[in-house]
Nanobody, 123 residues
């Protein structure tokens, strides 16, 4: 089992920045890829960013150039640096992990989920 705990969400003005963190514990050796997903009120959960075991990064078009996913391996922590935030970035942000040999980017590809951290971007 893998436990994921997000932190760092909050209220920020348009154009501002936030850094989300995801602390990871448990069977970390089994993780092949990790990602950040978000779900706005009334909408489906969607992919935002992911990082593979090898360090390759992937981004949704909506966040490319503004968000950066990274990790601190010794501390077993995943990060999402979010810059130039927009009101449409308002959502619950979830950290997720995949243990499969081939991990897709869709939410269905992930095996473990955190409880989320709320990001609200005001106009």
């Amino acid at each position: 089992q893998v436990q994921l705990v997000e932190s760092g969400g909050g209220l920020v003005q348009t154009g501002g920045s936030l850094r989300l963190s995801c602390a990871t514990a448990g069977s970390i050796f089994s993780i092949n890829a990790m990602g950040w997903y978000r779900q706005a009120p009334g909408k489906e959960r969607e992919f935002a960013a992911a990082i593979s075991r090898e360090g390759n990064t992937y981004y949704a078009d909506s966040v490319k150039g503004r968000f950066t996913i990274s990790r601190d391996k010794p501390k077993n922590t995943l990060f999402l640096q979010m810059n130039s935030l927009k009101p449409e970035d308002t959502a619950m942000y979830y950290c997720a992990a995949c243990r499969g040999l081939l991990c897709g980017l869709g939410p269905g590809a992930m095996d473990y989920w955190g409880k989320g951290t709320l990001v609200t971007v005001s106009t």
